[in-house]
């Protein structure tokens, strides 16, 4: 017997064609047989990151609606947490979902895709659509976990009032519902205590939730920076988080080490008397009796006749904590007061410059006596006559002549008309004088060889206004020469 006959069957009985669909339809149930078979088939929970959501989209999510995708629309929500991670208006969701999966090569799939962490997803529910993250897959539990993760922060509290300063106490807790403990304040000391309230650096251990390696303590995300409120039992805590460590018992504890540097203070406009009563050694102490201020060096110009303007070295004892350096409570930065007691005296000045004690220090100005000569145009007649050589201006705390007028030329103001014809002509005005002056000067001479008179930079070209007992002038720098 031939394999086909003359009519095309197999055998003489079969029909070719229709073997081979026979064979085709067979091949396909086979393979989805095994595809679809129990063993292949389950349900699995997944987890998706949705990312800066509105507060609304927020708090639709809700535990037993459905979410769907074109591939999958039967995706039971069966767990929702939202986080605040601050962002005005915006929140972190976390959605759990229940969906049947099958197995193909050993990947699991849900409807014709891979199911993978870190791919995203498209979804919707009857009240919005969405993008997520997918980061976790689990065979059980319809609950997202929470690792737990204990931590000790510190926190900067600024402007408490004194009487909750008072409240504040190491030992005080938060408790959840169930009375767990899940903060405890371990350390509190004073930074700075004002008109306005205290400054008070807090160490609390508290217990976190860790999600996809970040931090959050009831639903707020907890970074450096970030705002955290504690509630204990008699007041709230809130404060800025400057430091976030290991929780253990060597943490608990606010770490004070003491801290040598070098402020330059500035005190501008100090009565003559208070300003000799500065001298270089003198100390300030703390109630113990030990020394945490010392006068290095002084510098002394000209202000007034009643006043000086001061800058002072010294040498202080600072506490360096989380955050910075501190003198008596206060923090040591550029631009803050610092305030130097000793026994004779209270100086209060803005901190200019820090060095460390190390420093190789840069020479303060030096004062020289330099002759100036300046013309002043217009000037009234009455003004011209009042002025007078001699000392003007004298410093009595150093016995030094701080301006003096050596000489004085006047001459008549000339001014420009017109005459009716045209002509332009020159001529004297009938009352205003120029008046030259030939001065000389107590200058602050800086490193970069600048100088300076009661602060004002002098420079040929540049103003000077002279002020005397009657009357005051202001007039060009036509020349600056040495004494």
Known sequence: ????????????????????VVLVILTILLFAGTRFAPGNQKHLYVTVWVKDVTVWFASGVEVGDYAGSKNNPSLLITDVKVFDVGKSGKRDVQIKFKTAVHN???????????????????????????????????EEGEIIPEVAAKRVITMEVNNVPDWQYETFRIGLTENDSKGNVVAEITDIKPVKINNNGADIMVKVQINLAEINDELYFKTKQVLLGSRVTVKTLPTELRG????????????????????????????????????????????????????IAEVLETYSSFSTYTERNLVVRIRIVGELIKGGIFFKGNKIARESELTFNSKDTLLSGAISKIYDVSASLPTFETEVLEIIEIEATGIESFISDAIQTGIIESDPLNDKSVLEILSKGTKAHSITIITDDGQILKQSHPTLKDVSLRLRLLLAKSKDGELFFKGKS?????????????????GAITTIQES
């Open 1 to 20: 017997m031939t394999l086909l006959d003359p009519q095309g069957r197999l055998f003489g009985k079969y029909n070719l064609v229709d073997v081979l």
């Open 458 to 474: 002098i420079k040929v070209g540049g103003k000077i206004t002279i002020e005397m007992p009657n009357v005051d002038i202001t």
């Open 104 to 138: 193909l090569e050993g990947q699991w799939y849900y409807g014709e895709e891979k199911l993978t962490i870190g791919n995203k997803v498209e979804l919707d529910t009857f009240k919005m659509s969405f993008e997520g993250k997918i980061t976790g897959v689990d």
């Open 240 to 291: 800025t988080v400057i430091d976030i460590e290991e929780a253990n018992e060597a943490n608990k504890k606010i770490i004070v080490r003491e801290v040598e540097k070098i402020v330059e203070i500035n005190a501008d406009s100090v009565p003559v008397d208070l300003a000799a009563s500065i001298s270089v050694g003198d100390r300030e102490f703390d109630s113990e009796g030990n020394p």
